[in-house]
Nanobody
Framework: QAQLVESGGGLVQPGGSLRLSCVAS????????IGWFRQSPGKEREGISC????????YYKDSVKGRFTISRHNLNNTGDLQMNSLKPEDTAIYYC??????????????????????WGQGTQVTVSS
């Protein structure tokens, strides 16, 4: 059964860091675009970062640019999201997603796309003192 599993969430103080990981099983992530989304209570799920499966281009929402770094490790079939300088407004459930469509990264971050071929179950990130 093909699936994605996230890990690495937790409680962190403002200004702290967390590293989220997304592990794929049942399929090879090599040519998939990998996106990270988040959803806060009362808000819609939003795409915040994405890495291309074709050329490794990275995309970030303005709200996380300069603080978050997305990466992928095809040999290990994983994707990561390093989150630094965390703020209370970063509190949300974080999801990874994988999709092969060429427009996925752009649509996920800038056109409100919230569907993908594969989704993880989500991991809670809470930023609070």
């Amino acid at each position: 059964q093909a699936q994605l599993v996230e890990s690495g969430g937790g409680l962190v103080q403002p200004g702290g860091s967390l590293r989220l990981s997304c592990v794929a099983s049942g399929f090879k992530m090599d040519y998939y675009n990998i996106g990270w989304f988040r959803q806060s209570p009362g808000k819609e799920r939003e795409g915040i970062s994405c890495i291309s499966g074709t050329d490794g281009s990275r995309y970030y929402k303005d709200s996380v640019k300069g603080r978050f770094t997305i990466s992928r490790h095809n040999l290990n079939n994983t994707g990561d999201l390093q989150m630094n300088s965390l703020k209370p407004e970063d509190t949300a459930i974080y999801y990874c997603a994988a999709d092969m469509s060429q427009e996925f990264c752009w649509d996920a971050l800038f056109n409100g796309r919230s569907d993908a071929e594969y989704w993880g179950q989500g991991t809670q990130v809470t930023v609070s003192s």
